[in-house]
């Protein structure tokens, strides 16, 4: 809902655009052009002009924090330095570009959203019966597989990274099992290494895991897709979305890439389709969604050691948000929030399965306090004497 503007916002919003305009040229690098500064200062100008008329608080508080972590995430990778792998320190500087960024992101966010909430998708009708739901499933699914096959041509047996390695050699038993490589991801590999030593060609049974994998994915994207059509969004905006899935290639290369996150992102989508179900149920599941999301939330924590941290903070929401239904919900929640850590604490180490090192959890401050070192920064002789241990 929009309110009459004023003359001194109007004022206001030029004043914001011109300096906004200067900032993000500036900022992201771009040769500054008339033909180019005026009609960005002018979109900047309406964005911010229509989000001073705005009265809807749930909308504007959105905007300001996505705004505000988007600005933030700006900031932190313009200090990162991809060829030296090294971080710089923050300066005042930083602070200014991080308010000014948070401002334009605010304004056109804000206004985005307020134009979505009055230009919705016409919904389609439901007139789909199950059936159609399971062909669009299914012919999706298999659309993206084909799709996504020749990246496992290309990239056979698998696309093979640093951790890819470390895993196969866990899976094939010639490494003891440390939960840095999750143990339930190993386990998912171990049949197909397994087929693997069988003929004699370990590449033959990585192949056929990457074959595996990229089909889980390809039917979690499928089954996205038709989670959408049943959400009643339109089907070009479905076939839109599966091009989207088809021709951008990060999917295809990154669905045959031997890595626990690839199941992991699969199932975090699924995850967050049961999520936003819920939430437009107002905190109502059946007996079979809610043992579908137990099912995802178990899976989560043990696909990636901080899947536990995200299905905790999810569940902590779910029971503050839907009080009502806690009686339903506490006890499974809890039983979920006491079983993994006893699997992945005691069970484990009585397997003989090795903790993830510690260096993981302080990667941040060790990389800083390295990049000291090796920059012969500020340090004294203790602390040299502490860190060469």
């Known amino acids: 809902m929009a309110a009459k503007i004023k003359a001194p916002v109007n004022a206001a919003a030029v004043l914001l655009s011109y300096f906004l305009t200067c900032f993000i040229f500036s900022f992201f690098n771009v040769e500054s052009n008339f033909a180019v500064f005026i009609p960005t200062a002018a979109v900047i100008f309406a964005a911010a002009r229509r989000t ?55 304004f056109t966010v804000s206004c985005i959203l307020d134009l979505a909430a009055g230009h919705a998708f016409a919904k389609g009708r439901r007139v789909w019966g199950k059936r159609d739901y399971r062909i669009l499933w299914a012919s999706s699914s298999l659309l993206l597989f084909l799709c996504w096959l020749p990246a496992l041509l290309v990239y056979y047996p ?16 010639k490494a003891r099992l440390s939960n840095q490589q999750p143990v339930f991801y190993i386990i998912l590999m171990r049949p197909f290494m397994l087929l693997g030593k069988y003929f004699k060609d370990i590449n033959f049974g990585i192949s056929c895991f990457a074959f595996f994998q990229l089909a889980v994915v390809s039917v979690s994207a499928g089954y996205a897709l038709c989670r959408l059509k049943k959400a009643l969004v339109p089907l070009w905006a479905v076939l839109a979305a599966e091009a989207y899935f088809i021709f951008y290639p990060v999917f295809s290369m990154y669905s045959v890439t031997l890595w626990k996150d690839v199941p992991f992102s699969a199932f975090l989508l699924l995850y967050s389709l049961d999520i936003y179900a819920l939430v437009e149920n107002g905190g109502r599941m059946g007996r079979g969604e809610f043992i579908r999301f137990m099912a995802f939330s178990l899976i989560l924590c043990f696909l990636r050691n901080n899947g536990f941290i995200i299905v905790a903070a999810v569940m902590a929401a779910v029971l503050i948000a839907y009080r009502q239904y806690f009686k339903r919900f506490a006890p499974a929640f809890l039983a979920l929030l006491i079983f993994v850590p006893i699997i992945q604490g005691p069970v484990y180490s009585s397997c003989g399965v090795l903790k993830s090192p510690f260096a993981e959890s302080v990667a941040v401050p060790l990389q800083q306090m390295a990049r000291t070192v090796k920059k012969d920064g500020n340090i004294t002789v203790g602390q040299k004497a502490f860190l060469n241990r």
């Open 158 to 173: 698998g696309n093979i990274s640093g951790d890819s390695v470390a895993c196969i050699i866990r899976a094939l038993g």
């Open 52 to 106: 001073f008329a705005l009265r809807c608080k749930r909308l504007l508080l959105l905007s300001y924090v996505y705004s505000v972590l988007l600005s933030l995430s700006f900031v932190l990778g313009s200090k990162i330095d991809i060829a030296e792998k090294t971080m710089a320190s923050f300066g005042a500087e930083d602070a200014a570009d991080f308010v000014m960024l948070s401002a334009f992101f605010f």
